[in-house]
């Protein structure tokens, strides 16, 4: 495609702000809204002082698609050989 992820969180974070681009994000993921590749990239290189919001958005969002209960995924390999 011609674009490179880490120039664009760059200009993220020299044009709009890292810390309100942080928080928009954890907002819009707050209101179960799908994130782009590039925002879940942002929040990756995200401030330790951060954390505490996202894994408050992350148990709501758990809570409310799962309620109280312990969800485990297993790989599922299928081969011919």
């Known amino acids: 495609m011609g674009y490179d992820i880490n120039e664009q969180l760059c ?3 020299r044009f709009l702000g890292w810390d309100s681009e942080i928080v928009s ?3 819009k993921a707050a209101g179960f809204a799908g994130l782009t590749h590039l925002e879940v990239a942002s929040l ?3 401030d330790d002082k951060h954390l505490p ?4 958005v992350a148990r709501s969002i ?3 698609i799962y309620g109280n209960c312990i969800v485990m995924f297993a790989p ?3 081969s011919n050989f």
């Open 11 to 13: 200009a993220i974070e």
């Open 25 to 27: 994000i954890l907002d």
């Open 44 to 46: 990756l290189r995200m």
């Open 53 to 56: 919001r996202l894994f408050q």
């Open 62 to 64: 758990k809570g409310a």
């Open 76 to 78: 599922l390999y299928v």
